[in-house]
Every structure is written in C-alpha cells, then in structure tokens.
C-alpha cells in the first residue's frame, strides 16, 4: 500500500496521528498482505500498541498482546517512585510489581537496578508471556491473585510492591475511551464503586510480604489519593502520595 494511501485511510478512520501510526504499522507489517491485516484492525478502532505488538515506554519497547491491559505514559510518575525506591533499599533489593500486566515496572527496575531481585504478579494468563519477554530474563513472573502466586521464600523479605491497580470506579467505564472499552479486558481496570477496591486488597496482602520498612506504591488518579492515603491509614499503615498532573502516586510504609 502506497504511504499517502496509508496516511490518508488512517486519517479518515480518525487517526490523529496517522503519520506516525503510518510508519509503525510499516514496520511492524514487514510486507503488503500483513500491512492490509494490520491497517484494517487499527480502522477497526484497535489501540495501535495491540496492533502492532509493543509500546515505547520511557525509552524501553515493551511487548503487548491483544486484549491486554497497554502501559500508560504517566505510569513513568510510579517507575521512577519505584526505581528510587529499590535503590535506596540497598543490593539486591526484592521488587514486586503487582498487578503486573505486561510488568511494565518490573522491566524498566531491572535495567535502572541491575542488583535488584525482581517478581511479577499477574492474574490473566494471556499477558504472562508478554511479561517474561518484556523481563528480558530478569523477573521471575507469576500467576496469582493479587501477591497470591509469589513463592514463599520471599514472605518477609519485599523492599518494594509497585502497582497499578485496576483502579477506574465502576459507573465510569462509559467515560473511557472506546479503544479502553473495547479492546482492554474491564477485569484490567475496574475498580469497585469507589475504584479503589483492588488498592485496598494489596495493602492488606503486602503485610505478609514485606520487610521491615518495606513500601508499597501504587498509582491512583490525584482525585482518589486522599481516599487511598485514609484506607492505607485505617489498615495501620503510614502513607502520602506524590503527583503528577492527573495521576497520583500512594507510597505506603510498615
Ligand atoms: C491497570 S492494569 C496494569 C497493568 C500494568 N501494571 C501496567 O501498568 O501496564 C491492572 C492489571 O491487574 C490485573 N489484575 C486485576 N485483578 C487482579 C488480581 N486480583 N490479581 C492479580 N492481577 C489482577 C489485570 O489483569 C491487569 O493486567
């Protein structure tokens, strides 16, 4: 397909990039016959990232699969939280991303932390693949609920849970963007009438997993902050946040 033809078929199908989705979509294709396959599911209003198989995030090409849960640009407020974080933990700090999906966090700590001893927990199975691949080796991913699936002898010894929960309130699916609608799982980003049920549920799993002065960070919208910094307060935990724009990150110390 000639590129103006590319360009243009992207633009009327709403593309407001459709340059740049242009040459991805090329190069993810390598031929005519899966550039024609790959077009006609982004036409179809399928997120780019799962139509081409990887997002850029924060300088790292991460893997992503169809249906699943596509990393967010502002999840680089709770990578560089949880990068600060191993690192002040000392050598070979355990890190676990929770609620990992395709472990964007765990991935970037493994290249910012070459010592650190990194974990994932995810509960589709579908994006565990994704996950060990974008962990180039160095964390060890595994399914469970919540911290369910990690192995036991890391009880007592996490420096670290990062997480994105799914953290949307129920009643504001609708206000998310179709492609979020349609094309990633609502188990990925619901969270409860208030959206904050799965935060909660970490904060009261991390406490059989933590170290002493362990922290748990977890990102929720800057709306929800006070919300969570209150639950984490009413489980016994210390907690503040930091913000960015729209997105707030909870840090939660035993
Ligand atoms: C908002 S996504 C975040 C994924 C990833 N951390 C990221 O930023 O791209 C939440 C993820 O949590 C997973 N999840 C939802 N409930 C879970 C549970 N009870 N235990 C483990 N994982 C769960 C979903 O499948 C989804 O992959």
Request: glycine share 10%.
């Amino acid at each position: 397909m000639p590129s103006d033809t590319l360009v243009a078929t992207l633009r009327a199908a709403g593309c407001v990039f459709a340059e740049e989705e242009a040459a991805l979509l090329q190069e993810a294709a390598g031929d005519d016959a899966a550039l024609a396959g790959l077009v006609a599911r982004r036409v179809a209003g399928e997120p780019l990232e799962q139509v081409v198989g990887f997002v850029d995030l924060g300088g790292l090409r991460l893997r992503v699969a169809p249906g699943c849960f596509v990393p967010r640009q502002r999840t680089m407020l709770l990578v560089r939280e949880a990068v600060a974080a191993a690192r002040a933990a000392g050598p070979g700090a355990v890190v676990v991303e929770a609620y990992a999906g395709v472990a964007p966090v765990a991935a970037h700590v493994a290249v910012a932390v070459p010592d650190a001893r990194l974990y994932a927990v995810e509960r589709d199975e579908r994006v565990l693949g994704a996950a060990r691949a974008n962990g180039g080796g160095r964390v060890s991913v595994h399914h469970g609920d919540v911290l369910d699936g990690l192995p036991p002898a890391v009880a007592g010894r996490v420096a670290v849970v990062a997480a994105v929960p799914p953290y949307v309130p129920d009643d504001d699916l609708a206000l998310m963007p179709r492609e979020a609608r349609e094309h990633e799982a609502p188990s990925a980003l619901l969270g409860g009438p208030d959206g904050l049920g799965p935060f909660r549920a970490l904060v009261e799993a991390a406490s059989g997993w933590l170290a002493p002065g362990g922290v748990v960070l977890a990102e929720v919208s800057v709306g929800q902050a006070p919300s969570a910094i209150a639950a984490a307060q009413t489980l016994g935990y210390a907690a503040t946040a930091v913000t960015e724009e729209a997105t707030a990150v909870v840090r939660v110390v035993r």
